[in-house]
T-cell receptor, first 114, second 114 residues
Framework: ETGVTQTPRHLVMGMTNKKSLKCEQH?????MYWYKQSAKKPLELMFV???????ENNSVPSRFSPECPNSSHLFLHLHTLQPEDSALYLC?????????????FGPGTRLTVT | AQKVTQAQTEISVVEKEDVTLDCVYE???????LFWYKQPPSGELVFLIR????DEQNEISGRYSWNFQKSTSSFNFTITASQVVDSAVYFC???????????WGAGTKLIIKP
């Protein structure tokens, strides 16, 4: 595997379900990110982990719970979601505070909440 | 405050035409980074280029070229002899020297008609 991978690619869940999204990066980066991309809205940064510590949490509802067990893996645990949470969830990784700084993205998980 | 403006919501051209995507940014940082990403219909955001604020040299990569002008706070992207495969949403982004976050533009949807 190369780059950033995400599983599953598609997920349909009911409002009472609990599911998790997984992200893995094979680039040796030290920071990982979760983004939400809804139709006709800008990219929204949800969480940032640097060296496995959460450094950003942009007022995300508690029904989204991130976990970063090591620098290569990132999870987003989902529970009791709302229909407006349906979106494309993108994971990214990068080096922080040193060049190169660009973020590399996974293919995304398209989530539908019914 | 930092801000990125992509005023063109959607551009439609016929194949082989040249097209320029505009990006205007605002920042008070003296050192910053600018990025362009491509998002094809598959959804994955693909990194195209990073430019440091102290390097105003324009860059060309095949049919792609970027024009960075600090005097007008712009970082425009030109595709020469466009192809159908260039159809995608293109995002411009900005980050400061010590910032984890990328400030994203709203994106420009580029449609290349055969």
């Amino acid at each position: 595997e190369t780059g950033v991978t995400q599983t599953p690619r598609h997920l349909v869940m009911g409002m009472t379900n609990k599911k998790s999204l997984k992200c893995e990066q094979h680039l040796g980066h030290n920071a990982m990110y979760w983004y939400k991309q809804s139709a006709k809205k800008p990219l929204e940064l949800m969480f940032v982990y640097s060296l496995e510590e959460r450094v950003e949490n942009n007022s995300v509802p508690s029904r989204f719970s991130p976990e970063c067990p090591n620098s290569s893996h990132l999870f987003l645990h989902l529970h009791t979601l709302q229909p407006e949470d349906s979106a494309l969830y993108l994971c990214a990784s990068s080096q922080v505070l040193q060049d190169p700084r660009e973020q590399y993205f996974g293919p995304g998980t398209r989530l539908t909440v019914t | 405050a930092q801000k990125v403006t992509q005023a063109q919501t959607e551009i439609s051209v016929v194949e082989k035409e040249d097209v320029t995507l505009d990006c205007v940014y605002e920042t008070r940082d003296t050192t910053y980074y600018l990025f362009w990403y491509k998002q094809p219909p598959s959804g994955e955001l693909v990194f195209l280029i990073r430019r440091n604020s102290f390097d105003e040299q324009n860059e060309i990569s095949g049919r792609y070229s970027w024009n960075f002008q600090k005097s007008t706070s712009s970082f425009n992207f030109t595709i020469t002899a466009s192809q159908v495969v260039d159809s995608a949403v293109y995002f411009c982004a900005l980050s400061g020297w010590s910032n984890y976050q990328l400030i994203w533009g709203a994106g420009t949807k580029l449609i290349i008609k055969p």
